[in-house]
């Protein structure tokens, strides 16, 4: 009977041992638990506040980003080609109306028949050999305010006693006669919107004036040319078109002939119409310039210059190329 009493109180302290050592380690577990609950609160605090920084059209913004780059990315593999248009197997059906040929023949036998009667009697009445002074009406804002004060400027009409002219292309070769396309030739007005130096004499005016309803040419400022050389100059270098967007390549090919070595040596001499005049201007390639209305303006908008675009415009020449540069 001793002996199992003994047995039992070994058996209960036993059952008491193990039950403590549970216990502690719930206890354990339990304040791990807290304290992990504690340290994810305030992480996530901290994660809140961290969200609270960004804003929310920034994160609209990267939403729409990356939708657009998934949308473009399925576009290109549903077509690889882009916008680019797929040519058709089949021709496209263009009608050509008889009229636009009769049309463009009878303009070219009228601009053939002025040529011959320009090249044998002259403009006659058509172009004065005096310089005329023409006054106009400008629109100028006042610096004092935000008005608009009207100043009346004096400007040359032709350009009659000057040494030099831009001239400016402003027709393609539809219904241009074979006359006056040789006269383009030589002038070195290939394309339309193209546009050359020129010695003002009796020779280049006669050609001029051959070519009068096709070109648009005046007199241009110091200024201007060197605006459009700098912006639109390109030189021939071996039968290439190079930009002129360092002094060496001027240099290269002008200073053995001529002693031109920068740009600006080449802008005074077009200007002032120097000895080396004829190799300065041939070493220009002819510019390319813009349109002076975009095919938007013409078709949307509607807009319509009252200018006419050809002949000569004189000292208005400035105005009219600062809108194709």
């Known amino acids: 009977r001793l002996h199992h009493s003994n047995n039992c109180n070994k058996q209960t302290a036993a059952a008491s041992i193990r039950f ?7 206890l354990q577990e339990d304040t791990d638990n807290s304290t992990t609950d504690i340290m994810t609160s305030v992480v996530s605090k901290n994660d809140e506040k961290q969200l609270q920084l960004v804003p929310e059209i920034l994160l609209k913004r990267r939403h729409d980003m990356d939708e657009m780059k998934a949308r473009r990315a399925a576009q290109a593999l549903a077509n690889p080609r882009g ?14 109306k008889p009229e636009k040929y009769l049309a463009d023949g009878r303009c070219r036998r009228n601009h053939d028949i002025r040529y011959q009667r320009v090249l044998k009697k002259g403009m006659q009445k058509r172009a004065s050999n005096k310089v005329q002074i023409v006054t106009k009406q400008v629109q100028k804002k006042d610096p004092h305010n935000t008005n608009y004060v009207v100043e009346e400027r004096s400007y040359a009409a032709n350009s009659v006693g000057a040494s030099v002219v831009f001239v400016v292309r402003m027709r393609d070769n539809v219904a241009v006669p074979k006359s006056v396309h040789r006269v383009m030739k030589q002038l070195r007005l290939k394309q339309k919107y193209d546009g050359v130096f020129l010695r003002y004499n009796a020779t280049t005016r006669k050609m001029l004036h051959l070519a009068e309803p096709f070109v648009l ?4 400022s110091k200024s201007t040319i060197s605006d459009l050389i700098h912006r639109r100059g390109h030189g021939k270098v071996d039968g290439e078109r190079v930009p002129l967007n360092n002094n060496i390549v001027v240099e290269n090919a002008l200073e053995k002939d001529t002693g031109i070595i920068c740009v600006e040596d080449l802008v005074h001499e077009i200007s002032s119409v120097g000895t080396n005049f004829a190799k300065a201007s041939n070493f220009l390639w002819p510019f390319r310039l813009t349109a002076p209305k975009t095919k938007f303006q013409k078709d949307k908008l509607d807009y319509h210059d009252t200018r006419e675009d050809y002949g000569d415009k004189g000292e208005e020449m400035e105005d009219y190329l600062k809108t194709m540069l």
């Open 20 to 26: 403590l050592s549970v216990g502690a380690r719930n």
């Open 83 to 96: 916008n680019r248009k797929i040519a058709s197997k089949n021709p496209i059906l263009k009608v050509h």
């Open 217 to 220: 040419y005046g007199i241009l």
